[in-house]
């Protein structure tokens, strides 16, 4: 049984939470409140935290991380103009915490689904598809696994170098829902 | 009535004809034999080529683009590694195009759709969806028409910077789809 521990207790933590545990997966949660303290006992951690607090938990959490998978769900916007990524051109925050964390197995997962479509597992009359993307194949594989065994389906969308594509969606899902172009509960879905 | 000059005549080509002659516009074609000598006559203009081509097309045809809508729908890749772009960086091919050819509107759109679902409108059981981004709100809202009078969806995107995220948008759907992730007749819907 894959043991997952998720740090953040919001909408997205929720809802990644609903469907590992559907998989059949233990899991745990350890608040932001608690985060840096509270030890984190999964083999999958997920970072279910804004962007602006990956540096303190990488920071926080170095050592206990080490030989873990670790999930980065973020999308580093520019939340004050909608209209940019805090990262560098080029870069992703996946490749930022891969960065921090060189013993962990980092992979960007779930910042393509919003929240309301991995709780009901249906983008309009899709199923809702998590893109992931990482350096590790064992790694994505187990995240891979588990979030088919959730109901979800679940594609391996290449290296941590594709985090850049994938935040660069996430950005644009969010631009056009903020827009009212398309709505909470809708988005990019993947057709194969 | 749009008149649209489409400069190419391969799968997108016919594909985007398809769809906009389907809603009405006049669609007249340049072969990539003749462009740089035959005239450009439409008021929309597409540049249905691939992407090297965009920088001889936009010195042949600077003078005659000048107050034209003029739509890129290229999508840059390194087609020898599948692994990274060739525009610099946070960059796109359509800003180095609208830079090429000042007096022109220029909009992105297309890139993110295969031609298959151009043909048919359906993105699996989703009405296909055209993505539109560009600095000037009348040639996208005259592309936006056009393509809904064809029976698809289009939805604004936003403005030219926008065009980055288009273009990673489509490298990822290439890269699924050249890696068997997904098919030709599929990729990324759009659930409004």
């Known amino acids: 049984m894959t043991s997952v521990t998720i740090i953040g207790t919001g909408n997205m933590a929720n809802a990644i939470g609903g469907v590992l545990a559907k998989g059949g997966a233990s899991v745990g949660y350890v608040s932001r409140e608690e985060a840096g303290t509270a030890p984190v006992t999964g083999d999958v951690v997920v970072l279910a935290v804004p962007y602006p607090a990956l540096a303190g938990l990488a920071e926080a959490y170095r050592d206990q991380l080490a030989g873990k998978v670790v999930v980065d769900i973020t999308n580093p916007l ?35 689904t919003f929240a309301a479509t991995l709780a009901s597992g249906q983008v309009g009359a899709n199923t809702t598809t998590v893109l992931v993307a990482g350096d590790h194949a064992d790694a994505k594989a187990t995240l891979v696994e588990a979030v088919k065994a959730g109901g979800l389906q679940a594609i391996d969308a290449g ?13 644009l899902q969010l631009t056009l829902a903020a827009g009212e172009k398309i709505s909470w509960t809708g988005g990019f879905a993947v057709v194969s």
């Not at 996946?94 to 197995?105: F, I, S, T, V």
């Not at 941590?160 to 969606?169: K, P, T, V």
């Open 78 to 112: 520019d939340f004050s103009t909608f209209d940019s990524l805090v990262v560098p051109a080029g870069s992703s925050a996946a490749a930022e915490l891969q960065a921090a964390l060189p013993g962990a197995r980092v992979v960007k997962a779930f910042n393509t």
């Open 159 to 171: 290296s941590l170098a594709r985090a850049h594509e994938l935040e660069a969606l996430g950005f």
